[in-house]
């Protein structure tokens, strides 16, 4: 969950939709009702939740960071905190078995 649901959940809660005007104008986040009902994102219209991280730019520069998590793996490559050469490389993480991020499986 993610603080992008909370408009879509509030909305979905008291039964609001968009103006259609509005429809296709993109929106971050989801309803989480269906996971407060005991459903799993995989249950979800949506499938399982995937998501961007971090600073996005066109040219990619890889010191100011970015990422991909989709389920519980995510991929980073850059960092904005951290200088040491090895933050700079692409690295990938199971967050089920490594929620510190300190085994990068990526080699």
């Not at 850059?78 to 300190?102: I, P």
Request: charged share 25%; net charge negative.
């Amino acid at each position: 969950v993610l603080t992008d649901d909370f408009l879509p959940t509030i909305m979905d809660a008291v039964g609001v939709k968009r103006p259609p005007e509005q429809a296709s104008w993109a929106m971050d986040g989801r309803s989480i009702i269906p996971i407060l009902k005991g459903k799993s994102w995989g249950d979800t219209p949506e499938g399982v939740r995937s998501f961007g991280i971090g600073y996005y730019d066109a040219k990619l520069q890889i010191n100011n960071g970015w990422g991909y998590r989709h389920g519980n793996w995510k991929y980073v490559e850059g960092s904005t905190s951290c200088v040491d050469e090895s933050c700079q490389k692409a690295m990938l993480f199971d967050l089920e078995n490594d929620l510190g991020e300190r085994h990068d499986l990526s080699s």
